[in-house]
C-alpha cells in the first residue's frame, strides 16, 4: 500500500534528519517506527503526509507518487494523531470528532451519525458529544483524539506517541483500544513510539531507526528472536530476548475455566460463590457470557456498605487478551503489570477461560528458562 524508496531530509546544514529510507507498508498491518529521541520517527511520519517535503527519494500510496497530489487533500485523506491530544479547546467533543468530515463537508447528518456511532465504539456515553475537551479527563480526551483519526474514514492512521503522555493503566486501555478498532475496521496504521513494550503488543512489524537509518525491519518475533547487530540488541534489551528456544505456545492452550458470576447476582452472591469456589476473583459476565468487569475481595469488601449489586460493585476496565495471543506476549504483561491474572476473551469480548500467573510462571519455567530438573528443585524448595 505504502511504498519509501530512497527517501531523505536533510536540513539546512547538512543534518540528515532521515537517510535513504525504504520501506514498503501492506495494507491493514500495523506498523511501529521506534528509536531514541532524534532519530527521524517524526520526519518519517510527516514525509508521508506531506507536512514535511523529502529532500530526495518517492513515496507513493497505492502506486501514486504523493508529491503529485494535492497536500491539503492527502492530508485530510489520511488520520493523524499526536502526542498532546490536539483537542480545539473551544469545540464541543462532537465538534472535535467531526473535524475533518466538516472540512470535507459532509452534512450535519452523516456528521452526527458518524459521532454518535465513534463514540460508543469506545464506550462513552452519548451526552459527551455535548461536552467540551477540559470536562473530560486525559485518557477519555486521548480516546476522542483516536475517534478523530477515525471519522471521516481513512484507510491510513498516522499516530506519533499518542498515549506518551498518560499514566500506563489509561495507556494500556487505549493500546488495546487503538489495536482492536484497528484490526475491526481493518485500517493500516503507522505508529511511532520510543517504548519498545508499545511496539511489541501493537506492531505486525517495527522498524527500528538510528540516526536517520532503519537498522532492522521485522515481525516483533523475528527481532526479538534475530536482533540484526548489536544496535538492536541492546535497544530491545536483554530481558525481551526470545531465548534459543522460542514458546510457541498460545493462551489457549493454558488457559483454565474462571469463576464467573451474572451481572444481575448481589454481593451475597458474589460473596458465596467466592467462599464456595475458593477464589478471591470473579469475573462478572452477562446473559451471552460477554466479559463485563470484574470483582475481587478487596473490590467487595469496599462497595459493600454501598451497594448490594455485583454490577455497581464490580471494576470495570480491566485487562484481557484475545484467544489466539501468543503466551510469551501474555507473560510479560502479567509480570510488568504485576497482575494476578488475565481474562481470554474471543472477537466479541466473550469470556473463554483465564491465564493465571501461577500458571503462567509453571509454563516460564517449563519452556523458556528451565529444563526438568531445574523446575522440579524448584518445587522441592517451594514445599
Ligand atoms: P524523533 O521523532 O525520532 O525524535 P525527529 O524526526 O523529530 O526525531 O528529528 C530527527 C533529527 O532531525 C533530529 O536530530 C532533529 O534535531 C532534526 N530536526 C528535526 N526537525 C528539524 C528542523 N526543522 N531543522 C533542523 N533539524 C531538524
Ligand atoms: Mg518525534
Given at each position: 500500500m505504502l511504498k519509501m524508496e530512497h527517501v531523505s531530509k536533510i536540513y539546512k546544514g547538512?543534518?540528515?534528519?532521515?537517510?535513504d529510507m525504504n520501506i514498503e507498508i501492506e495494507r491493514g498491518e500495523f506498523v511501529a517506527f521506534i528509536g531514541t529521541s532524534g532519530s527521524g520517527k517524526t520526519t518519517a511520519l510527516r514525509m508521508i503526509n506531506r507536512m514535511i517535503e523529502p529532500t530526495k527519494g518517492t513515496i507513493t500510496i497505492d502506486g501514486q507518487d504523493?508529491?503529485?497530489?494535492n497536500p491539503v487533500s492527502l492530508r485530510r485523506s489520511i488520520g493523524y494523531v499526536i502526542q498532546q491530544i490536539?483537542?480545539?479547546?473551544?469545540?464541543?467533543i462532537r465538534e472535535n470528532i467531526t473535524l475533518v468530515p466538516r472540512l470535507l463537508k459532509w452534512s450535519k447528518e452523516k456528521k452526527d451519525q458518524t459521532a454518535e456511532k465513534l463514540i460508543e465504539l469506545v464506550n462513552?456515553?452519548?451526552?459527551?458529544?455535548?461536552?467540551?475537551?477540559?470536562?473530560?479527563s486525559g485518557g477519555q480526551q486521548q480516546r476522542i483524539g483516536v475517534l478523530r483519526a477515525l471519522a471521516a474514514n481513512q484507510d491510513l492512521i498516522l499516530m506519533d506517541?499518542?498515549?506518551?503522555?498518560?499514566d500506563p493503566i489509561t495507556r494500556d486501555t487505549l493500546q488495546d483500544l487503538i489495536k482492536d478498532l484497528q484490526q475491526r475496521l481493518g485500517k493500516t496504521v503507522i505508529f511511532v513510539t520510543h517504548d519498545m513494550d508499545e511496539a511489541i503488543k501493537l506492531a505486525d512489524r517495527i522498524c527500528i531507526m538510528h540516526n536517520g537509518k532503519v537498522i532492522q525491519f521485522d515481525t516483533p518475533d523475528n527481532i526479538l528472536?534475530?536482533?540484526?547487530n548489536d544496535f538492536v540488541r541492546e535497544f530491545i534489551g536483554s530481558h525481551r530476548l526470545i531465548q534459543e528456544k522460542p514458546s510457541a505456545k498460545i493462551v489457549d492452550d493454558v488457559m483454565i475455566t474462571p469463576v464467573t458470576i451474572s451481572l444481575e447476582k448481589s454481593i451475597d452472591d458474589a460473596i458465596r460463590t467466592m467462599v464456595k469456589k475458593r477464589v478471591d476473583t470473579l469475573f462478572v459476565v452477562d446473559g451471552q457470557n460477554h466479559l463485563k468487569g470484574l470483582i475481587d475481595v478487596e473490590g467487595l469488601t469496599a462497595a459493600r456498605h454501598k451497594t448490594n449489586s455485583v454490577s455497581d460493585a464490580m471494576e470495570k476496565e480491566i485487562f484481557y487478551v484475545k484467544n489466539g495471543t501468543k503466551l510469551q506476549d501474555s507473560v510479560r504483561r502479567i509480570l510488568k503489570r504485576n497482575l494476578k491474572n488475565i481474562p481470554v476473551v474471543d472477537d466479541e469480548h466473550r469470556l473463554l477461560g483465564l491465564v493465571t500467573r501461577a500458571n503462567i510462571v509453571d509454563i516460564v519455567y517449563d519452556t523458556i528458562w528451565g529444563d526438568e530438573d531445574e523446575s522440579q528443585s524448584n518445587q522441592q524448595q517451594e514445599q
Open positions: 547538512g543534518k540528515k534528519a532521515v537517510d504523493l508529491s503529485k497530489k490536539g483537542l480545539m479547546p473551544h469545540m464541543t462513552l456515553p452519548q451526552n459527551y458529544l455535548d461536552l467540551y475537551p477540559v470536562q473530560l506517541e499518542p498515549f506518551g503522555a498518560l528472536s534475530h536482533p540484526a
